[in-house]
């Protein structure tokens, strides 16, 4: 079974390198879009630096670590799954999601993950350029097992982020408009952006639990810094498993109503 899915997934992304090369101009600009984006990010932490050794406890060199983590899961999501948050509501308004429910596939799997942007590998490779180059400047010597435990965090953060943003998308089977997920989903990236030490009280407790932003980036870089070893990946792992089964739980609920909504 699991090697179905993943025959199938290497047709996505073959289906999406050939169309990326059919549309070089929206290549090039997404390239020159998401440098941007990385540069404004990395230059309000200079600009913060300027002013502050601190900002809670980290000093530059390991905020500039945390942000260039924060662009590689984004940039993940960008090539795999942004493209799905912007036409899920279109595809539910016009009935598109019909010929997703017809394949003998499951419709979450065929939905979340068929959407592959695939133009934008090139900024995932900018993004880690970034990142390895923020780890080359920490002074604090790390061991393997810390960069290896830090990598295997981004990676389950950037398909936390999805389970998320999806769970919130689903909201269309109830409200019939993405518009307030969306709003949500950028007024996150905000939250993401900045570390979780700056929060405190409910606010803190809810970007951890309820709509994790905070775990994206700023969990991970804390468990480099402070080299906790294992127990915070099983602990990510926990959350990504909740919002797993979250997803399906909302899928199938929302399907039944999608359903009756076609007569």
Do not use: C
């Amino acid at each position: 079974m699991l090697w179905r899915y993943v025959r199938i997934y290497m047709n996505f992304l073959r289906f999406a390198a050939s169309r990326a090369m059919q549309f070089r101009a929206e290549l090039l600009f997404r390239v020159v879009m998401d440098a941007v984006f990385y540069s404004m990010f990395l230059g309000f932490y200079e600009i913060l630096y300027s002013h502050t050794k601190f900002i809670g406890v980290w000093n530059h060199s390991q905020a500039m670590i945390f942000i260039s983590g924060f662009l590689v899961v984004d940039a993940l999501q960008m090539t795999f799954f942004a493209d799905m948050y912007h036409s899920f509501q279109q595809m539910y308004r016009l009935g598109a999601l019909d010929h997703y429910l017809t394949k003998p596939i499951s419709s979450w799997f065929f939905v979340g993950f068929r959407h592959i942007n695939f133009g934008s590998l090139i900024n995932v490779g900018i993004a880690v350029s970034i990142l390895t180059w923020a780890l080359s400047r920490y002074s604090v010597p790390l061991s393997w097992q810390a960069y290896l435990i830090y990598g295997i965090m981004i990676l389950m953060a950037s398909f936390l982020y999805f389970l998320v943003i999806f769970a919130l998308l689903m909201s269309v089977f109830w409200t019939e408009s993405t518009d307030g997920a969306l709003s949500i989903y950028f007024e996150g990236v905000n939250f993401a952006t900045r570390p979780h030490h700056i929060f405190h009280g409910v606010i803190k407790g809810v970007l951890l639990s309820i709509v994790p932003f905070s775990v994206f980036a700023s969990i991970p870089a804390q468990a480099l810094f402070d080299d906790v070893g294992w127990s915070s990946v099983l602990h990510m792992l926990a959350v990504v498993i909740g919002f797993f089964l979250l997803n399906h739980w909302l899928w199938e609920r929302g399907l039944r109503r999608y359903a009756s909504a076609q007569g």
